[in-house]
């Protein structure tokens, strides 16, 4: 079992950056893929980006490539989300999320351990 909670939301004005965290709980972090994905209220959950377990490749949707970082330190079991640039569009609650086949697939229904979410709110 491993239990995701994610922080660094908040508000901010469009242009902005802020950086999410996402701490895990376990041991076997490290054997995880990690995504994080978006939903703006009335809309999917979207993809936003995913990072292999070793760090070594990392994927981004088009809307926020460019523009956002995905890391992450296996020693300290976080993975974080660093977005510059930021536009309203990009409103919306932000999840992480773990796939324990290590790929980061951009499809959410793979992944198998999800945070409950910190909403990042972006003022135009």
């Known amino acids: 079992q491993v239990q995701l909670v994610e922080s660094g939301g908040g508000l901010v004005q469009a242009g902005g950056s802020l950086r999410l965290s996402c701490a895990a709980s376990?041991?076997?972090?490290?054997?995880?893929?990690m995504g994080w994905f978006r939903q703006a209220p009335g809309k999917e959950r979207e993809f936003v980006s995913s990072?292999?377990?070793?760090?070594?490749?990392?994927y981004y949707a088009d809307s926020v490539k460019g523009r956002f970082t995905i890391s992450r330190d296996n020693a300290k079991n976080t993975v974080y989300l660093q977005m510059n640039s930021l536009k309203p569009e990009d409103t919306a609650v932000y999840y992480c999320?773990?796939?324990?086949?290590?790929?980061?697939?951009?499809?959410?229904?793979?992944?198998?351990?999800w945070g409950r979410g910190t909403q990042v709110t972006v003022s135009s």
């Open positions: 999320a773990a796939d324990t086949t290590g790929i980061g697939s951009r499809w959410y229904g793979v992944y198998d351990y």
């Open positions: 376990g041991r076997t972090f490290s054997s995880y893929a």
């Open positions: 990072i292999t377990r070793s760090g070594t490749a990392s």
